[in-house]
């Protein structure tokens, strides 16, 4: 933007210029910190001569846009930049039109060529390294995008791309082709340690056992992952015998007979005193593997099953007894047709059984009123007679087994992972939800997840996965700073706190800009002291990204 001052009648024009920095200097601070866009342009060949912007600064310019929380489809990214200070964002002689979408696609194109899994593991350990982040557990889990566009989703793909179809919709979009990415993530930041593109019907009962076997040994070696978790997709029968080299956890799917019987086994004891939380471990062999099992009982989880169990019930029991008063409606031919339809609902029932039934034979007269008392029937037609009953025994063993959960683990050692650290380490399974559900933010670019070819939506998905990594590391960074210069953040309520969500931060930071006079004299406005003592402790890199000088 370009306006002039009057200082008087005999001066020249003053001219100076406008741009909005916001939070994109912490971001692209966090960028360079992890150093993504020197990695990325030191592993990438390219002519650096023919290109005004090279691989690793798209990227950075991508995660600058995902990370804007505009919404903005990947074609509009020039619009984004429009106004932003990019010289001090992305390096001196970046204009926003460079950032059009023929130099991004041919950009996500290299990030194929390369390899978006191999690439991206580089960055995350780069990452982790330059964090101090300890990687002993690392968390596994999958969701699916949907996406627009026809992909030929009928067709086989060429090799090492995603095909593009309709399978099991975690966003409830069974009509849609949706692709699926999986995150291995650790537990100190939530930082993504591996991320893969899948196919969109791609079964985790598979992807899990393919994706350790593919990549555990690089996790140990170059991020020092020890054990790996995941939720019970990865407790088979087929998975477990090929996972002796590493240590691993899950949780116990709760259709497992033994599992079934050891819950009904133990938790009658414990709902005697439903306030206090109760575990107990034992060592179970299943399918030819010797495992740890901790079964776990908690009040919070007593609450919650008892809602449940009496919803569903409740449910069930109005679902048997209308099919069953339609049952007893119904006229058979013969006595044993009666009998086979009431056998084959009581088959059905789970929670209410049939009490005094019996099979009852109906006469029926083709005249209208009433026949003589002698007349003999014109046919004879059969019904069901009889009462539904709940099954209160049911009910309970349906309550203690919603109440319950198992956890197994291949470390017998309790002393090396004991019962509390196994349970600590599971329910952070939950950084790796927390991470999808940041990624599927309708203010997030994964809402506009459309592309020319699956291999370009292979190489977003890998630039998405980045916007997490740079948010998760930046929140871990705010944090530890603040702990470490004793230091504190106003909250949304205004009151001091050492644990701001990255997320608030971000906002606070917004109405910064940048005022430029003269093209000399930079003034940077409306920084707040809170804001300049956050900058101070997280380092002179950000600092300088929102100081007077440059």
Same mark, same amino acid.
């Given at each position: 933007?370009?306006?002039?001052?009057?200082?008087?009648?005999?001066?020249?024009?003053?001219?100076?210029?406008?741009?909005?920095?916001?939070?994109?200097?912490?971001?692209?601070? /966090?960028?360079?910190?992890?150093?993504?866009?020197?990695?990325?342009?030191? %592993?990438? !060949?390219? #002519? +650096?001569?023919?290109?005004? %912007?090279?691989?690793?600064?798209?990227?950075?310019? /991508?995660?600058?846009?995902? &990370?804007?929380?505009?919404?903005?489809?990947?074609?509009?990214?020039?619009?984004?930049?429009?106004?932003?200070?990019?010289?001090?964002?992305?390096?001196? *002689?970046?204009?926003?039109?460079?950032?059009? =979408?023929?130099?991004?696609? +041919?950009?996500?194109?290299?990030?194929?060529?390369?390899?978006?899994?191999?690439?991206?593991?580089?960055?995350?350990?780069?990452? !982790?390294?330059?964090?101090?982040?300890?990687?002993?557990?690392?968390?596994l889990d999958t969701t699916s995008f949907h996406t627009d566009g026809q992909y030929h989703s009928e067709t086989e793909p060429d090799a090492g791309v995603v095909r593009i179809?309709? *399978?099991? @919709?975690?966003?409830?979009?069974?009509? &849609?082709?949706?692709?699926?990415?999986?995150?291995?993530?650790?537990?100190?930041?939530?930082?993504?340690?591996?991320?893969?593109p899948l196919n969109g019907n791609n079964s985790d009962n598979v992807s899990f056992r393919d994706t350790i076997k593919a990549h555990i040994?690089?996790?140990?070696?170059?991020?020092?992952?020890?054990?790996?978790?995941?939720?019970?997709?990865?407790?088979?029968?087929?998975?477990?015998?090929?996972?002796?080299?590493?240590?691993?956890? @899950?949780?116990?799917?709760?259709?497992?007979?033994?599992?079934?019987?050891?819950?009904?086994? %133990?938790?009658?004891?414990?709902?005697?005193?439903? =306030?206090?939380?109760?575990?107990?471990?034992?060592?179970?062999?299943?399918?030819?593997?010797?495992?740890?099992?901790?079964?776990?009982?908690?009040?919070?989880?007593?609450?919650?099953?008892?809602?449940?169990?009496?919803?569903?019930?409740?449910?069930?029991?109005?679902?048997?007894?209308?099919?069953?008063?339609?049952?007893?409606?119904? #006229?058979?031919?013969c006595e044993t047709d009666a009998r086979n339809a009431l056998a084959a609902v009581e088959k059905t029932l789970t929670l209410t059984t049939v009490v005094d039934s019996q099979i009852v034979a109906v006469p029926r007269y083709r005249r209208v009123g009433r026949p003589a008392q002698d007349r003999p029937p014109d046919a004879i037609t059969y019904r069901i007679d009889g009462a539904l009953a709940s099954l209160p025994e049911q009910y309970r063993r349906k309550l203690q087994q919603k109440s319950c959960f198992i956890l197994a683990t291949n470390q017998l050692d309790s002393e090396a992972l004991s019962d509390d650290d196994l349970l600590s380490a599971y329910k952070d399974q939950q950084k790796v939800e927390r991470g999808f559900r940041f990624l599927k933010d309708p203010l997030f670019m994964a809402s506009t997840l459309y592309l020319k070819s699956p291999k370009r939506i292979m190489a977003l998905m890998m630039v998405m996965t980045l916007c997490l990594l740079v948010y998760a590391a930046l929140e871990y960074r705010l944090r530890q700073a603040l702990q470490q210069h004793d230091q504190t953040f106003p909250n949304q309520k205004g009151q001091p706190t050492r644990t701001p969500t990255a997320r608030w931060v971000l906002q606070c930071f917004t109405g910064i800009h940048l005022l430029v006079?003269?093209?000399?004299?930079?003034l940077v406005l409306n920084l707040s002291e809170p804001q300049r003592r956050l900058l101070a402790v997280l380092g002179e890199r950000y600092v300088a990204l929102y100081s007077n000088s440059g």
């Open positions: 933007m370009a306006a002039h001052i009057e200082t008087g009648t005999m001066a020249p024009p003053l001219q100076y210029q406008s741009y909005t920095l916001d939070h994109l200097g912490v971001v692209a601070g /966090m960028c360079d910190e992890l150093g993504i866009a020197e990695l990325i342009d030191r %592993v990438i !060949v390219q #002519d +650096r001569d023919k290109r005004t %912007v090279s691989v690793g600064t798209g990227v950075k310019a /991508m995660i600058l846009n995902g &990370l804007g929380f505009v919404n903005r489809a990947l074609y509009l990214t020039p619009h984004f930049f429009e106004g932003k200070p990019l010289a001090r964002l992305l390096g001196p *002689g970046i204009q926003a039109e460079y950032l059009n =979408d023929d130099v991004l696609g +041919r950009h996500l194109d290299e990030l194929y060529e390369y390899g978006v899994t191999p690439l991206y593991s580089l960055l995350a350990a780069q990452a !982790v390294q330059r964090l101090g982040l300890g990687c002993r557990f690392g968390h179809t309709r *399978g099991y @919709s975690r966003d409830h979009r069974p009509d &849609l082709n949706q692709v699926v990415l999986q995150l291995l993530v650790e537990r100190q930041a939530g930082i993504p340690l591996l991320m893969e040994g690089q996790l140990q070696t170059e991020v020092g992952v020890e054990y790996v978790g995941a939720d019970s997709a990865l407790y088979t029968a087929e998975t477990l015998p090929q996972m002796q080299s590493f240590f691993w956890f @899950s949780r116990v799917p709760e259709t497992l007979s033994l599992a079934r019987a050891l819950i009904h086994t %133990v938790a009658p004891a414990w709902r005697q005193t439903p =306030d206090i939380a109760a575990q107990c471990s034992l060592c179970v062999t299943y399918a030819g593997v010797k495992q740890r099992w901790l079964i776990v009982w908690s009040p919070p989880a007593y609450q919650r099953a008892l809602g449940t169990v009496r919803k569903q019930s409740l449910k069930q029991s109005h679902a048997h007894l209308k099919a069953f008063e339609q049952l007893c409606r119904q #006229d058979f031919t006079i003269a093209q000399e004299q930079v």
